[in-house]
């Protein structure tokens, strides 16, 4: 257990981000993406926040596992789970939980269509289809779309319940005739395929929080936003100018000052001996690469009291330096809160650009050390 070094998280501020979420997509239902344990945030406690309290009835998961973990805590809510990506469809004992707990499984090739399409018991189960329009990674070709007709007609399917693909490129500037705008048009030609073979759409997703930040792909039912609900825009630094999103960051990283003292000029400090380039004051906070801080991110600034210093020497298990360079006298006391990053975007965006790893690396990566302690202030 520990008592300083935690991620503490607010849901009011979650509620916020869902209301200006609701307020810039009026026409769209929200399917939360909480794959990665809700981007690191603990997916039981904002699926139940997200479903009880913001009413919101969709979640997307990538992995059966995740999805099942979600049916078994939360029995008392009634929510749709969407597995994307590690589906083990063809398992009879995953077979199983999809048929009797209801988590739908989103179809991204033939082997899995046809698996679920001959299988009598998934006869009344949604079905659920990804389509790659240009991403490359998952989903059916658009190429393919007369044989998925085909296959639906020959097994009387005459519906879809939610129809998806993926942007590849929306954390950068969506211009027309670009990548994603180009994926758009594929979709759209999809979508006009089947109804034109009449087969109805009930749903269709493609907005990620890249694109949803911009404005575009907004003519379906639903949005698939996660990154954003968290709070950082997903915008590449050069082009944030073009985000909509002012959402705050629902988690504040805290840890505390173990120790401190001044340094000279070439002082060795740490494991390796590093040297200090001047002299300053070294703080040594209570987190480490066993919480997530990596010893491979480049080294960020962390601001302290108005004051700026950076990560230095090597980052050790449960320990991290902090170097005030030029900073002497620094009234550092033993025992003080010390955050990494809070609950404004600058902060983690910063944090996350100077490292190289992106707020979603910098999310997941803090492991079950660090307890998450949520609040409703
Ligand atoms: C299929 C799918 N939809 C939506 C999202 C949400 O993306 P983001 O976190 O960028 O909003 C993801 C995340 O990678 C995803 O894989």
Request: charged share 25%; glycine share 8%.
């Amino acid at each position: 257990m520990r008592y300083r070094t935690r991620l503490y998280i607010d849901l009011n501020i979650l509620a916020q981000n869902v209301d200006k979420l609701r307020s810039l997509c009026p026409n769209n239902k929200i399917l939360f993406m909480v794959k990665g344990d809700a981007y690191g945030h603990g997916m039981t406690q904002v699926v139940r926040f997200a479903n009880t309290k913001l009413k919101v009835k969709e979640f997307g998961c990538a992995t059966l596992g995740e999805a099942r973990h979600l049916r078994e805590e939360l029995s008392d809510l009634q929510f749709e789970i969407y597995v994307f990506s590690d589906t083990n469809l063809e398992f009879q004992s995953c077979t199983d939980y999809y048929l009797n707990r209801r988590i739908i499984p989103v179809i991204s090739n033939f082997e899995d269509l046809d698996f679920f399409l001959g299988e009598s018991d998934f006869a009344h189960f949604p079905l659920c289809l990804k389509f790659n329009t240009g991403m490359n990674r998952l989903g059916i070709e658009f190429k393919d779309i007369d044989k998925v007709i085909n296959r639906l007609k020959a097994n009387k399917r005459d519906s879809i319940h939610h129809l998806f693909t993926h942007f590849g490129q929306s954390s950068d500037d969506i211009a027309e005739g670009g990548a994603v705008w180009n994926q758009y048009h594929e979709f759209q030609e999809i979508k006009r395929k089947l109804v034109d073979a009449d087969i109805t759409v009930k749903r269709s997703s493609a907005s990620n929080s890249g694109a949803i930040e911009q404005g575009f792909g907004l003519d379906e039912t639903h949005i698939r936003p996660g990154l954003m609900l968290y709070g950082p825009t997903a915008l590449n630094p050069e082009v944030r100018t073009k985000s909509m999103w002012t959402g705050k960051v629902i988690s504040r990283l805290e840890t505390y000052v173990i120790n401190s003292f001044a340094v000279e000029k070439g002082e060795p400090v740490g494991y390796g001996g590093v040297p200090c380039p001047n002299k300053g004051t070294m703080a040594l906070i209570a987190i480490g690469y066993g919480d997530g801080l990596s010893g491979r991110m480049r080294f960020p600034t962390l601001t302290h009291k108005g004051k700026e210093g950076r990560i230095f020497g090597r980052v050790n298990m449960d320990m991290t330096q902090v170097y005030f360079e030029n900073i002497e006298h620094f009234d550092l006391n033993p025992q003080e809160h010390f955050v990494i990053w809070g609950h404004e975007q600058e902060d983690i965006l910063r944090f996350s650009d100077q490292t190289g790893a992106t707020p979603y690396e910098v999310f997941c990566h803090l492991t079950p050390r660090v307890p998450r302690i949520y609040s409703l202030e």
